[in-house]
């Protein structure tokens, strides 16, 4: 399987002067482009991208959702405005004489990263030298094609921040342990709710190759891969403590890629689609302090000017690299295509793709 570092290289650079085209000249080009390639073309926009590229998405979702509706059509170009690791599970999704594109290749995820494939296959080695034929691997879909490949065929499973509970349970049904992939913060919260405690979870350490643990080795249940979400990481105790002393009527709702301690002293906490589904079930007037990624929360801002929404951290930034895809480099993907050149495929080949989707069917 092509690496991710060989796709940067090999990938079509977006020419310099579209950076110098005005917006609405841009928004003109993009919105033409569109009209030309009619049913030809659907977009898929994940929620956390920028309003300029929003605009122009057929759908709007999370991730997993979006490559499923990739997998429901009939159009010859699918364009994600997403990240790396969504476009290839579109492209698992779909058929191979359609084609997925990644307007920016530079548009990634830092969780993703941290696991690759090299990585896990030591892991699991020395892990099963350690605990023997005890353990299913579960892999949030926040990972790469190849991680997905690995636990599909080892006979595990991929999950999403809404289903982890029951695809936990699932795995500590079939076997005694489970090893969570990438994000150990999703997992040890999942696990925590199920009442494992949390000394009955080790972590291991992909870098070090070395398991970190404070039971014994016959205790420990649960294995979580030391990664985690760089943008959810800024959520502090700290803010959750501000909040309760200056404002304690205001409701804090937090994605569970934060820490268990900011899980643990939220209100509630959920998946992107369970903060939206709050945020439009509540009463109007009422406050908000959301833990997530700021293109959502500004959107959610905007969309429910009668609710009194701020972010966690008053100081909170957009993702650096969900935030990648911007309009120059949507206009020029569309414009490419207009003019019958393909830039920036996602392909999974064909290995990869079918143990990826044993992953994913064993969810779903």
Known sequence: MTSLLEELQLADAMPAHYLNVPTEELNKRATHARAVLGNRLFILGHHYQKDEVIQYADVTGDSLQLSQIAGQQTADYILFCGVHFMAETA?????????????????????????????????????????????????????????????????????????????????????????????????????????????????????????????????????????????????????????????????IL??????????????????????????????????????????????LIADFPDRDIVSLNPFMCPCLTMNRIDLPHLTWALEELVEGRVINRIVVDAKTANEAKLALKQMM
């Open 91 to 251: 492209d698992i999704l779909t058929t191979p004489q359609q084609a997925v594109i990644l307007p920016d290749m530079r548009a990634g995820c830092s969780m993703a990263d941290m696991a690759n494939i090299d990585q896990t296959e030591r892991s699991w080695s020395e892990l099963q030298q350690l605990f023997g034929d005890t353990i299913v691997p579960l892999t949030y879909v926040n990972s790469t094609a190849a991680i997905k490949a690995f636990v599909g065929r080892n006979g595990g499973a991929t999950v999403t921040s809404s289903n982890a509970t029951e695809m936990v349970k699932w795995a500590l049904g079939k076997k005694q342990r489970m090893l969570f992939l990438p994000d150990q913060h999703l997992g040890r919260n999942t696990v925590a709710e199920l009442g494992i405690p949390l000394e009955n979870m080790a972590i291991w350490n992909p870098i070090k190759q070395q398991l970190e643990r404070q039971c014994e080795i016959d205790d420990v249940q649960v294995i979580l891969w030391k990664g985690h979400c760089s943008v959810h990481m800024n959520f502090l105790p700290k803010h959750v403590e501000t909040l309760r002393t200056k404002e304690p009527d205001r409701n």
């Open 254 to 299: 937090v994605h569970p890629e934060c820490t268990y301690e900011v899980v643990s002293a939220a209100d509630y906490a959920g998946s992107t689609k369970y903060i939206i589904d709050m945020i439009e079930a509540s009463e109007p007037g009422s406050k908000w302090a959301i833990g997530t990624e700021m293109n959502l929360v500004n959107r």
